[in-house]
């Protein structure tokens, strides 16, 4: 995990079927945070072989997107800027 600035994580993962890299973004906005993310997932052997395309992405946005608004997230992310949830 990188610290980019107060509003930035770089998170990244390196897996024995995928590498990957994720920008979070964090915005004050007039309801309370906003918070964002970008991935760039690589698939390797055979995840990359077995992939359909964009139905698996969509799961797999799916599945980030209920995580973070389980809230799954906050107290790794509190530890990493030095802010308590």
Do not use: H
Not at 2 to 25: G, T, W, Y
Not at 36 to 59: E, H
Request: hydrophobic letters at 40%; proline letters at 2%; aromatic letters at 6%.
């Amino acid at each position: 995990m990188m610290v980019l600035s107060p509003r930035e994580i770089r998170l990244e993962e390196f897996k024995r079927r995928f590498d990957a890299r994720f920008i979070n973004r964090f915005e004050a906005v007039e309801q309370g945070t906003r918070y964002s993310i970008v991935a760039d997932v690589q698939l390797k052997g055979m995840a990359r072989a077995g992939s359909s395309g964009p139905s698996d992405r969509a799961r797999a946005v799916e599945r980030i997107r209920a995580r973070a608004d389980a809230g799954c997230c906050r107290q790794r992310v509190a530890k990493a800027t030095g802010r308590a949830s």
